[in-house]
């Protein structure tokens, strides 16, 4: 088990994004400050509109805000290249997405294995079928996401997430599409993974993710306006 320390993995300083639309200016996210520890969990509630994928997006370092600093890992990633900031985002962070962004065409052990293409491992098959026995597909490993139930396919996500032993992983609607066994099993997936020492910044509007977050970070469609 990785020790858990309190090393800061995300720190949000003051962060807007404001974007245009047919009635003027919208603002997404307004003046916002978050950090993220290892070992924690924070969950961001809000309905669809409030800012929580911007957010999200922000913070891995695939949108940029208006103002503001993002720091991931120690590091200030939008003050750096787009190759650097690639490089950060590939060694230190996981993304899980609501409707799982399988590829299609491959395999789950090839869909685990993937992040070894933006960033070499020095034996990806080897961790891609230890990630698979983890999360119960040793059995699927041959098989594409179409022949998958819906639970098995957001756990080939979540393996895929942790191929390169990130320290954050940011979680958009992880539960969305999932029964309530399937959706405690992914929650419990994303403690455990805090308990290991990572950290995982989770936007949803499932209140079953209460009971797992540390931090609670309840939004509506005003605040940001």
């Not at 994004?17 to 200016?25: A, C, N, T, W």
């Amino acid at each position: 088990m990785m020790k858990k320390d309190k090393t800061t993995q995300l720190n949000i300083e003051n962060v807007t994004k404001r974007f245009k639309g047919p009635k003027g200016e919208i603002v997404a996210v307004k003046d916002l400050s978050l950090t993220l520890s290892a070992g924690e969990m924070t969950s961001v509630h809000g309905p669809s509109g409030c800012g929580k994928t911007t957010l999200l997006l922000m913070a891995g370092g695939l949108l940029k805000p208006n103002s503001g600093t993002i720091r991931v890992a120690g590091k200030d990633i939008y003050s750096l290249r787009r190759e650097q900031r690639n490089l950060i985002r590939a060694k230190n962070i996981g993304f899980v997405f609501q409707q799982f962004h399988l590829i299609p065409y491959l395999t789950v052990l090839q869909n685990v294995m993937l992040p070894s293409v933006a960033l070499p491992h020095p034996d990806p098959q080897s961790r891609a079928r230890t990630l698979i026995s983890q999360f119960g597909l040793d059995h699927r490993a041959a098989h594409h996401p179409a022949q998958l139930s819906t639970g098995e396919r957001q756990r080939t996500a979540l393996a895929r997430a942790l191929f390169h032993k990130p320290g954050l992983i940011l979680a958009d609607e992880p539960t969305g599409n999932l029964d309530e066994e399937n959706a405690r099993s992914v929650l419990e997936h994303l403690k455990l993974f805090t308990k290991d020492g990572g950290a995982v910044l989770l936007v949803t509007h499932d209140n079953r993710a209460l009971e797992y977050a540390d931090t609670k970070i309840m939004w509506d469609t005003k605040q940001n306006t």
